[in-house]
């Protein structure tokens, strides 16, 4: 990946909402975090809505806390599991994004990337290569 091209708050942004707002700019580099569907349980997931319509920061902050906690299946601490998620992430490196750092965890995944919505294609990717037992959420 070429240099690190934070987000800029005053620069030209593309926004949308689906389940959560997406902030796009070109060129800007993103952390994005996805993770298995059991790896945030019910009370979490309920405390998170609630938050979102608070405060961006705190649902984060809360994310993050659950995650590392290492709740749900864990099926990416399986070396062919991890593996498959990898492989979905250089996939489409240099073609629809410049792949930079990432980290597999147990129960999630966080790259760094330039391009507005490079985990779209990567989760289509991963989707026939794995197991359909533990869908992945995107967060981002």
């Known amino acids: 990946m070429s240099e690190f091209r934070p987000y800029d708050p005053r620069g ?14 070109p060129g800007a580099t ?3 975090t996805f993770r298995l569907a059991d790896a945030l349980p019910a009370e979490a997931r309920a405390r ?4 979102r319509d608070l405060n961006d ?5 809360l994310m993050d806390r659950y995650l590392d906690a290492d ?12 593996e498959i998620v990898v492989a979905a992430l250089r996939y489409f490196d240099d073609d629809r994004y410049r792949l930079g ?21 990567s989760r289509w990717f991963t989707v026939g ?3 359909r037992r533990t869908p992945f959420s995107a967060s981002a």
């Open 12 to 25: 030209v942004v593309r926004q949308t909402q689906r389940n959560l707002p997406h902030r796009e700019q």
């Open 30 to 32: 993103y952390l994005i």
């Open 48 to 51: 998170l809505a609630e938050l």
């Open 57 to 61: 920061h705190d649902a984060f902050a």
């Open 71 to 82: 709740v749900g299946s864990g099926l990416l601490s399986s070396s062919v599991h991890a």
């Open 101 to 121: 750092a990432f980290v597999v965890m147990p129960n999630h995944c966080t790259p760094s990337c330039c391009q507005s919505n490079p985990i779209r294609d």
């Open 129 to 131: 290569n794995r197991t």
